[in-house]
């Protein structure tokens, strides 16, 4: 496993947290009188949480205020517990995984104060990631590659010994542009959408990851 990275997205891959995000969003909103639905914020899912509240501003014609998102942050802290779903498949396949001797990596749009606090839903100790990389990290935003390219650097990987877990079609899109594996799982987009990003492989859920993970990078040697 030497020299294999393996980077994954967190909202829609570790933690159910987009509807957790889009309620946190639409309070936030509502305070400063912008009365969006919840579907305005499917569009912009995975483009990081600037885009994502900024997106619905646009079609309300309302300015954008980064204080909108730091808002809907103390919202998403203050109710994480209760609206934040850990998947099921989270802490048991990263310590598989990690056990197997790959390195890990968190790569998020999100800020770090919202990454942190999923990993603390999840329950892992942030010392089995090689890197932890966010929004704040890079300047242009998924569907450009940065994000992946940063972890790899980051955790002292090349681009093509690493693989990309995905859920969104923008972050597949980004896992490719990297010139790395994309693994994808179909909590936010269908097949068809993510095969048609890219992704190497669709999955319905990550239990099976650490096989799918041995088949791509075996197939590489």
Not at 10 to 28: Q, R
Not at 61 to 72: F, L, T, V
């Amino acid at each position: 496993m030497q020299g294999r990275l393996i980077i994954f997205d967190m909202d829609g891959v570790l933690v159910d947290s987009e509807p957790a995000i889009t309620y946190a969003s639409l309070e936030a909103l509502k305070e400063r009188g912008i009365l969006a639905k919840y579907e305005d914020f499917k569009p912009f899912t995975g483009m990081g949480d600037d885009k994502f509240i900024a997106g619905v501003c646009e079609k309300y014609g309302a300015q954008y205020d980064p204080s909108m998102k730091a808002r809907a942050y103390e919202i998403y802290i203050k109710r994480a517990a209760e609206w934040v779903k850990v998947f099921p498949w989270s802490k048991p396949v990263l310590s598989k995984l990690h056990g197997a001797g790959y390195r890990l990596a968190v790569a998020s749009a999100s800020d770090i104060i919202k990454v942190e606090c999923n990993l603390r839903q999840i329950g892992v100790d942030t010392s089995i990631f090689a890197a932890i990389v966010t929004g704040s990290d890079v300047e242009r935003k998924k569907p450009a590659p940065d994000i992946f390219l940063k972890a790899a650097e980051k955790a002292g990987a090349e681009p093509a010994l690493s693989l990309v877990v995905e859920d969104a079609v923008s972050g597949v899109i980004a896992a490719k542009a990297a010139g790395m594996a994309a693994v994808a799982v179909t909590t936010s987009f269908g097949e068809a959408a993510l095969l048609e990003a890219g992704a190497d492989r669709v999955t319905g859920d990550l239990f099976g990851l650490p096989m799918i993970v041995a088949e791509i990078f075996g197939a590489q040697k």
